[in-house]
Nanobody, 124 residues
Framework: QVQLVESGGGLVQAGGSLRLSCAAS????????IGWFRQAPGKEREFVAG????????NYADSVKGRFAISRDNAKNTVHLQMNSLTTEETAVYYC?????????????????WGQGTPGNVSS
């Protein structure tokens, strides 16, 4: 059974950093593209960053380019999202999701499995 578990969320002041992790189990993790998404209160879930199965290709939402970095360690079945210079507008629940090993896409409907999410709260 495929399972994704996020961790690393918490409370941070504006300008601070969080490092999120997504741990996978139940399948051959290295075959899948991984995406990070977030959903703020009252808003739709949106794409944040994605990484190909090999880690060789990454993609970021324009709003986070230069501040966020996605990486993966297939030996440990883990993907990380380093988030720096956070703003209060980035308070949200952060989710990781995976899809078959094709290109990175931003649509939530393209992802097959989702974690439960981890909250990231940025205070002023």
């Amino acid at each position: 059974q495929v399972q994704l578990v996020e961790s690393g969320g918490g409370l941070v002041q504006a300008g601070g950093s969080l490092r999120l992790s997504c741990a996978a189990s139940g399948h051959t993790f290295s075959r899948y593209t991984i995406g990070w998404f977030r959903q703020a209160p009252g808003k739709e879930r949106e794409f944040v960053a994605g990484i190909s199965w090999s880690g060789g290709v990454t993609n970021y939402a324009d709003s986070v380019k230069g501040r966020f970095a996605i990486s993966r360690d297939n030996a440990k079945n883990t993907v990380h999202l380093q988030m720096n210079s956070l703003t209060t507008e980035e308070t949200a629940v952060y989710y990781c999701a995976e899809r078959a090993p094709l290109n990175i896409v931003v649509a939530t409907t393209a992802y097959d499995y989702w974690g439960q999410g981890t909250p990231g709260n940025v205070s002023s």
